[in-house]
């Protein structure tokens, strides 16, 4: 996880499209310039940064369900709850869901945990935009591959 470049998913364990479900880990690093200020002698993630977690698990799940013909913007969260806090060091677990898609439109459903402990789930609505750039969307082949997500597999 390299939270000042908001990437925050280490790596994927489970995509299965047709089931329309990805599962991914992400462990928070003990040192980052964001427990410098949340908070001073007490380091804690953000909740707004485990909404991101959740939104690029899911949001990879929707690349593939759309053949990565677009980029799913998050537009919406829902019933977003934070239930337990997280620390440097702590191993996290996403699932995403994809419950609706089309006209241009995706909707989501997350969750997370550690330890078995739920710390977080929302419901997601995501717009595909088109890739503003071709440099954009060849970075997310590379990103694919450095956290174990079979993109390729699903591009049209």
């Known amino acids: ?3 000042e470049y908001f990437q925050m998913i280490d790596r994927f364990t489970a995509v ?12 928070v690093p003990m040192e980052s310039p964001v ?30 369900l ?3 013909t677009g980029l799913p913007a998050l537009a919406g969260v829902k019933e977003g ?12 677990e996403f699932e995403g869901r994809v419950i609706h898609e089309g006209s241009g439109y995706a909707i ?11 710390i977080c789930d929302a419901t ?11 440099e954009l969307r060849d970075g997310l082949w590379q990103w694919a591959d450095r956290i174990n997500f079979p993109a390729r597999e699903y591009a049209k």
């Open 1 to 3: 996880m390299r939270l």
């Open 16 to 27: 299965d499209v047709g089931a329309r479900v990805a599962r991914a880990v992400c462990k």
């Open 124 to 134: 997601l609505t995501y717009r595909i935009v088109p890739y503003p750039s071709k």
């Open 81 to 92: 709850k934070i239930r337990n806090a997280v620390f440097p060091g702590d191993e996290l």
């Open 35 to 64: 427990f410098v200020g949340h908070f001073p002698g007490y380091p804690l993630m953000p909740g707004v940064l485990l909404i991101e977690c959740m939104a690029q698990t899911t949001g990879w799940l929707v690349s593939a």
């Open 66 to 68: 759309t053949g990565f």
């Open 108 to 118: 989501g459903e997350a969750k997370g945990w550690s330890k078995g402990a739920p």
